[in-house]
Protein backbone atom coordinates (compact mmCIF):
# COMPACT_ATOMS: atom_id res chain seq x y z
CA UNK A 1 0.00 0.00 0.00
CA UNK A 2 2.57 2.37 0.80
CA UNK A 3 4.39 1.92 -2.46
CA UNK A 4 1.17 2.80 -4.24
CA UNK A 5 0.36 5.64 -2.39
CA UNK A 6 4.14 7.07 -3.12
CA UNK A 7 3.84 5.89 -6.88
CA UNK A 8 0.58 7.85 -7.36
CA UNK A 9 2.45 10.86 -5.45
CA UNK A 10 5.13 10.63 -7.87
CA UNK A 11 3.73 10.18 -11.15
CA UNK A 12 3.11 13.59 -12.14
CA UNK A 13 6.33 14.76 -11.36
CA UNK A 14 8.09 11.88 -13.49
CA UNK A 15 5.87 12.64 -16.21
CA UNK A 16 6.31 16.32 -16.80
CA UNK A 17 10.23 15.40 -16.37
CA UNK A 18 9.91 13.32 -19.30
CA UNK A 19 7.42 15.94 -21.06
CA UNK A 20 10.05 18.47 -20.41
CA UNK A 21 12.84 16.23 -21.82
CA UNK A 22 11.62 15.43 -24.89
CA UNK A 23 10.41 19.06 -25.72
CA UNK A 24 13.90 20.13 -25.07
CA UNK A 25 15.44 17.64 -27.28
CA UNK A 26 12.62 18.61 -30.02
CA UNK A 27 13.67 22.39 -29.77
CA UNK A 28 17.18 21.79 -29.32
CA UNK A 29 17.31 19.45 -32.91
CA UNK A 30 14.50 21.73 -34.75
CA UNK A 31 16.11 22.98 -38.28
CA UNK A 32 15.65 26.65 -37.09
CA UNK A 33 17.56 26.66 -34.05
CA UNK A 34 20.21 24.14 -35.79
CA UNK A 35 20.98 26.53 -38.70
CA UNK A 36 20.69 28.88 -36.56
CA UNK A 37 23.91 27.94 -33.83
CA UNK A 38 25.80 26.25 -36.96
CA UNK A 39 25.62 29.89 -38.68
CA UNK A 40 25.54 32.25 -35.76
CA UNK A 41 29.53 31.90 -34.84
CA UNK A 42 30.09 33.16 -38.78
CA UNK A 43 27.57 35.57 -39.19
CA UNK A 44 28.65 37.44 -36.17
CA UNK A 45 32.31 37.34 -37.30
CA UNK A 46 31.48 38.64 -40.52
CA UNK A 47 27.96 40.77 -40.60
CA UNK A 48 27.64 41.93 -37.05
CA UNK A 49 24.04 41.74 -35.24
CA UNK A 50 21.81 43.62 -37.18
CA UNK A 51 19.20 44.50 -34.52
CA UNK A 52 16.28 44.77 -37.09
CA UNK A 53 16.79 41.06 -38.51
CA UNK A 54 13.61 39.88 -35.64
CA UNK A 55 14.22 36.88 -33.60
CA UNK A 56 15.83 34.17 -35.79
CA UNK A 57 13.81 30.86 -35.16
CA UNK A 58 11.02 32.43 -33.50
CA UNK A 59 8.84 30.13 -34.72
CA UNK A 60 11.04 26.94 -32.85
CA UNK A 61 10.58 29.66 -29.75
CA UNK A 62 6.71 29.60 -30.03
CA UNK A 63 6.84 26.11 -30.29
CA UNK A 64 8.86 25.56 -27.23
CA UNK A 65 7.42 27.98 -24.77
CA UNK A 66 3.85 26.69 -26.20
CA UNK A 67 4.66 22.96 -25.46
CA UNK A 68 6.19 24.22 -21.74
CA UNK A 69 2.65 25.83 -21.20
CA UNK A 70 1.44 22.62 -22.19
CA UNK A 71 3.42 20.32 -19.96
CA UNK A 72 3.07 22.62 -16.89
CA UNK A 73 -1.04 22.31 -17.76
CA UNK A 74 -1.20 18.83 -18.04
CA UNK A 75 1.06 18.66 -14.57
CA UNK A 76 -1.46 20.29 -12.22
CA UNK A 77 -4.24 18.56 -13.88
CA UNK A 78 -2.11 15.10 -13.15
CA UNK A 79 -1.28 16.62 -9.81
CA UNK A 80 -4.72 17.20 -8.72
CA UNK A 81 -6.03 14.03 -9.89
CA UNK A 82 -3.29 12.32 -8.32
CA UNK A 83 -4.49 13.82 -5.02
CA UNK A 84 -7.85 12.57 -5.50
CA UNK A 85 -6.15 9.41 -6.32
CA UNK A 86 -4.42 9.55 -3.19
CA UNK A 87 -7.68 10.45 -0.78
CA UNK A 88 -9.54 7.44 -2.28
CA UNK A 89 -6.69 5.32 -1.56
CA UNK A 90 -6.47 6.13 2.03
CA UNK A 91 -10.15 5.93 2.29
CA UNK A 92 -9.65 2.33 1.44
CA UNK A 93 -7.21 1.85 3.66
CA UNK A 94 -9.38 3.06 6.54
CA UNK A 95 -12.47 1.11 5.59
CA UNK A 96 -10.00 -2.20 5.56
CA UNK A 97 -8.25 -1.07 8.80
CA UNK A 98 -10.84 -2.87 10.97
CA UNK A 99 -9.77 -6.08 9.09
CA UNK A 100 -6.44 -5.64 9.47
CA UNK A 101 -6.80 -5.08 13.07
CA UNK A 102 -9.18 -8.30 13.57
CA UNK A 103 -6.50 -10.32 11.92
CA UNK A 104 -3.65 -9.10 13.74
CA UNK A 105 -5.91 -9.45 17.18
CA UNK A 106 -6.39 -13.07 15.72
CA UNK A 107 -2.81 -13.89 15.01
CA UNK A 108 -1.99 -13.16 18.55
CA UNK A 109 -4.60 -15.71 19.97
CA UNK A 110 -4.19 -18.44 17.94
CA UNK A 111 -0.19 -18.55 18.65
CA UNK A 112 0.93 -21.72 20.48
CA UNK A 113 2.05 -21.80 23.99
CA UNK A 114 5.43 -23.03 24.43
CA UNK A 115 5.60 -26.18 26.58
CA UNK A 116 7.16 -24.93 30.02
CA UNK A 117 11.27 -26.14 30.77
CA UNK A 118 12.10 -28.79 32.79
CA UNK A 119 15.13 -29.28 34.37
CA UNK A 120 17.06 -32.58 34.21
CA UNK A 121 16.62 -34.94 37.05
CA UNK A 122 19.41 -34.82 39.49
CA UNK A 123 21.79 -37.60 39.42
Aim: charged content about 20%.
Amino acid sequence: MPTDAFETLLAPYSKLARANMELFARFSSSPEILNQTLGTAQKLATEGRDPNAGLPGANAYMDFVMGLVKNWLDFWTDLGQSALGLMDQGQDLFKKAPGFAADAARAVTDIQPKPPRTRPAAA
